[in-house]
């Protein structure tokens, strides 16, 4: 006896995806039916078919693009269910950039609107960077090492957002990041703060590669400069963010949580609503943390 036939309503019940869905990844050939009634022209499907196609809807409900479904689909059948987790790990790169993205320009909207347009217009081109950094050391002002320390600091922002990094881009984000760091602590009178902010930097770029051990010592730095000059408010909430998402990529699922409660605790007592909003929404993005708002 052969298999059951299902139609495409039953397929749609069985496997979660909408009747429209299945027609259209039928005219894509993504997932064709096992046999179309020659009389009615109903799409029939076997019943070994639903679990292709739940994976269809799983990895489509991860905005997966349709390219990158069909090659995990292939790999599945295949056998391979570590390249569908590969595939998987990769678009879950390219979004976290895409948020760091989209939460950098929602701060940006925040300090137009907060400060004005001429405020907002008079911030550094992180574009200069490149001559900039050309200058021979030693030679610049006080006013150009804080500059060039900014400017650092938006490179490696711009690559944390680049959704399609190279080995390349990944190497310079790294010596961006750190060389940022160095030059704010060569400008006389800085203050913790940025220190702070350019220890959490380094920690995101090498949590954002997937290189726990130095994303927890930097993360750390950031906690240490944060106590030991008194400083609070947001920037003490990102720091126990830093160590939370360093020890989600070491695996570390028990610290990450603890953490984590940490940063939602610090994130109280932060002043303005907005940076509130910034750190929880940055929570989320931290691997297999909950909800927080």
């Known amino acids: 006896m052969g298999q059951e036939l299902l139609t495409v309503g039953l397929m749609a019940r069985r496997s979660g995806l909408t009747v429209k869905a299945l027609r259209h990844y039928d005219r894509t050939g993504l997932l064709r039916p096992a046999a179309v009634d020659g009389a009615t022209g109903y799409r029939l499907y076997r019943g070994d078919q639903v679990a292709e196609a739940r994976l269809i809807r799983l990895l489509r ?15 599945w059948k295949d056998g391979d269910d570590a390249a569908v987790e590969r595939l998987a790990g990769e678009h879950r790169r390219q979004l976290d950039a895409r948020v760091t993205r989209l939460r950098g320009a929602l701060h940006r909207i925040d300090h137009l609107l907060a ?87 380094i920690s995101r770029v090498y949590a954002v590669l997937g290189r726990p051990e130095p994303a927890l010592h930097h993360a750390r730095r950031v ?65 297999g943390q909950p909800r927080y708002w």
């Open 61 to 75: 409900s991860l905005d997966l693009p349709l390219d990158q479904v069909r090659t995990a689909v292939a790999a």
């Open 115 to 201: 400060e004005g347009l001429h405020a907002a217009m008079t911030e550094t081109d992180p574009d200069e960077v490149t001559a900039t950094t050309k200058s021979a050391p030693g030679t610049g002002s006080v006013t150009d090492a804080r500059l060039l320390a900014a400017q650092l600091f938006n490179e490696t922002w711009r690559l944390l957002e680049l959704e399609s990094r190279s080995r390349d881009d990944d190497d310079r984000m790294i010596h961006t990041a750190h060389a940022s760091r160095y030059h704010w602590g060569q400008v006389p009178g800085v203050t913790p703060a940025h220190l702070v902010r350019g220890e959490w930097q």
């Open 223 to 287: 906690l240490g400069l944060c106590q030991e000059n008194g400083i609070g408010d947001w920037d003490l909430a990102f720091a126990y963010e830093a160590l939370a998402r360093a020890h989600a990529v070491a695996g570390d699922t028990v610290q990450a949580r603890h953490y984590s409660d940490h940063a939602l605790s610090a994130a109280q007592h932060i002043a303005e609503d907005s940076e509130r909003e910034l750190v929880l929404a940055d929570l989320e993005t931290i691997p």
